[in-house]
């Protein structure tokens, strides 16, 4: 099996996304006829494992160079919300954001549109996908970043009295698409000023999907290295203590787990695409002038923890440990 060092030497070059980031590597130049290797294949899915998000730029970009790169790493899956499906597309989210259409928040006198706060893709289902690959469609004149923040180095940094609390928690997860209701996200006084469609349609049924749990700190399988697991957007609150010192424990961890210090805000240009590992990395959207456009497609890479659970009355349903 070809190492990413031998990839490096052989196929494409692979350098790192940030020289003092903990996570995150450069592939260049990649081809849909290089990926019909197993072999190169093989080295993509061991980078990604270590380094947790993958930047491919200088490459051969295209919808069908999006999904076939995107099934490297696994199978795909549509969006659990027909609302959030791309009509005709069913391997296809898109994100979006129009000056006529699209979630927009006033951030203390600042007006961002498609703003979304550090979380994990669809942590509020029980099932959370592994991974995704965002590539953009139409970029806006400026702004429209999106940032990345490692979950293992957030482990890392915790104090091991921290670590020892958190060890047997678990964090209960709901939908709710008004970001500026989620009581574990610290963006000062944002406020919504317009709900998307797509987004109006997730409320009117939010209370229809059960509350789920996931534990605060899961093993990655691959390496043994231990993930902070906490998700600040559709977070509630610690499911073995909904006190005020529970709530305080998870503001603490929040407040580490989203140390600007280890973010990376990626600066889109055409035919970029990004693969992150969701299990892994927390992710965010800076947002756009609510003047501008942007639309962004994003393919939902399937697998399971089989760490998350749905709450049903009597506490989580199925066999869980806790
Ligand atoms: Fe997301």
């Known amino acids: 099996m070809a190492t990413a060092a031998s990839l490096k030497q052989e196929v494409i070059d692979v350098s790192p996304l940030g020289e003092s980031l903990p996570f995150g590597a450069t592939v260049a130049g990649l081809t849909l006829a290089a990926l019909a290797d ?16 993958l930047l491919f730029r200088g490459g051969e970009t295209s919808q069908a160079m999006h ?7 696994g199978d795909l899956e549509p969006h659990p919300f027909p609302e959030s499906r791309q009509e005709g597309f069913p391997d296809l989210v898109k994100i979006k954001f129009y000056p006529e259409d699209g979630s927009y928040y006033d951030i203390e006198g600042d007006l961002r549109g498609g703003w979304l706060p550090w979380h994990s893709d669809l942590i509020y289902t029980h099932r959370i996908n592994h991974g995704g690959i965002l590539r953009p469609v139409e970029l806006p004149a400026s702004g429209g970043e999106t940032g990345f923040i490692d979950q293992i180095a957030a482990y890392e940094r915790l104090p091991v009295a921290l670590r020892e609390r958190i060890a047997h928690l678990h964090v209960v997860y709901h939908v709710d ?18 709900m998307a469609a797509s987004g109006t349609a997730i409320e009117k049924r939010k209370f229809t999907y059960p509350r789920v749990i996931h534990p605060m700190v899961y093993t990655q399988a691959e390496t043994g290295r231990k993930v902070l697991n ?12 909904g006190t005020a010192a529970g709530d305080q424990l998870l503001r603490e961890v929040v407040a580490i787990c989203t140390d600007p210090a280890l973010s990376y805000f990626h600066a889109w240009q055409e035919g970029d695409m990004v693969l992150w ?10 947002g756009v002038a609510i003047d501008q456009t ?10 399971d923890y089989a760490l998350g659970r749905p709450l049903g009355l009597d506490g989580p349903v199925a066999d869980f440990d806790i």
């Open 294 to 303: 942007r639309v962004m497609e994003r393919t939902t890479i399937r697998g």
């Open 230 to 241: 906490v998700s600040p957007a559709f977070a509630l609150g610690i499911y073995e203590d």
């Open 38 to 53: 197993e072999a190169v294949r093989a080295a993509l899915r061991d980078l990604w494992v270590d380094r947790g998000v």
């Open 277 to 286: 590992d969701n299990w892994r990395t927390l992710h965010s959207a800076r």
């Open 67 to 73: 999904i076939a790169l995107s099934r490297c790493f």
């Open 177 to 194: 698409v008004d970001m500026s209701l989620q009581p574990f996200v610290d963006q000062g006084s944002a406020r919504l000023v317009r």
